[in-house]
């Protein structure tokens, strides 16, 4: 249903009077089926957001194309709120705080249907129970539900114009592990019921090991490896995979907590693997070559030089 080929995305940076431009996304591709549940791991700057804000529309990338539904997506586009929707860490900025739920959660069916507000407030009403949320939530307003709430609220504007593809940028991040557990198992319910196809960002192993059945790696904007969920878990191939798995013991780490030996040397070939600087088992020739492709399986691939 979607696909991603060769997406590079840059952006400029002002430092006092110098204009740099920093490459956040390199070569990207992804190819995403109807129904499938990815989990899109990286640490804390990697380009897990620009990528989705990307797909979502939000932003337009410098190269490279999107495929959605058979048709190349033209930027700068419209949303397509019937396909595409995302749901955000903080719901509590992405939710308006001056409406209440009852409008929240009828905004899109208002903009996007021609449903009479009867059927609308049916709909509505349905979701909230879809969401474990009782109805007098709708005369509330956002600030008087917990965080956990909130996020179910977002889930059920997202839901509600029964999309193709829902992104889900970090949508536990800010939660308490208990709550999060909550919206995971609901998230989980929700696509098996529906068939939503979900990009569930996230830097936490575990989270993307419960919820995902296929995963890419990210890393400084390049994607090391990918494959079936329990390719990854099971088998992973490159350096980068091995040592994010090696560091969360029993996958309750953050990877973005994880400090990796430490910096040495950054090279100035543009091509060579990102993680050489970094590697484990970096070899002279990382220094010079460009890292290939490896195909594993139909579905499990890294880059790197060496198998
Ligand atoms: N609008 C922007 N202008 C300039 N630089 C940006 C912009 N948005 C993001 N960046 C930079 O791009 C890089 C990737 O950012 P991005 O938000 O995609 O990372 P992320 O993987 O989502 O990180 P996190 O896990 O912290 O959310 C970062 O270095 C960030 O500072
Ligand atoms: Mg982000």
Redesign the pocket.
């Known amino acids: 249903m979607l696909e991603i080929k060769n997406l590079s995305k840059t952006?400029e940076?002002k430092k006092f009077l110098k204009t740099t431009r920093?490459k956040?996304l390199t070569n990207i591709n992804l190819y995403i089926k109807q129904g499938e549940i990815w989990g899109l791991v990286?640490e804390?700057?990697?380009?897990?957001?620009?990528l989705a804000r990307i797909i979502a529309g939000l932003e337009a990338p410098d190269t490279g194309s999107i495929v959605l539904e058979n048709k190349t997506i033209s930027f700068p586009r419209k949303s397509m709120p019937h396909i595409i929707q995302m749901v955000f860490q903080d719901p509590l900025s992405s939710l308006n705080p001056k409406q209440k739920i009852k409008n929240i959660l009828d905004e899109p069916l208002k903009l996007n249907t021609n449903y009479p507000h009867k059927k609308r407030l049916q709909i509505i009403k349905s979701w909230l129970k879809n969401v474990n949320l009782l109805e007098e939530s709708l005369e509330k307003y956002p600030h008087q539900f917990s965080g956990g709430q909130r996020q179910r609220i977002a889930l059920a504007r997202a839901f509600i114009l029964q999309p193709k593809l829902i992104i889900l940028d970090?949508p536990v991040s800010a939660l308490d592990v208990s709550v999060q557990a909550q919206i995971l198992l609901l998230l989980k319910q929700l696509q098996k019921q529906y068939k939503t196809t979900y990009l569930f960002i996230s830097?936490d192993l575990a989270v993307i090991r419960y919820l995902a059945t296929k995963v890419a790696v990210i890393y400084k904007g390049h994607i090391l490896e990918q494959g079936l969920a329990n390719e990854i878990f099971s088998s992973p191939a490159h350096p980068y995979t091995k040592l994010l798995l090696s560091c969360a013991p029993k996958l309750k780490g953050k990877i973005?907590r994880i400090l990796f030996k430490k910096h040495t040397k950054i090279s100035s070939h543009q091509n060579i693997c990102p993680f050489v600087d970094k590697c484990p088992v970096k070899k002279e020739q990382c220094l010079q070559n460009i890292p290939k492709s490896i195909q594993l399986s139909s579905t499990h691939s890294y880059v790197c030089l060496y198998k």
Do not use: A, D
């Open positions: 952006y940076q920093l956040v990286g804390s700057g990697s380009g897990k957001s620009t970090e830097h973005s």
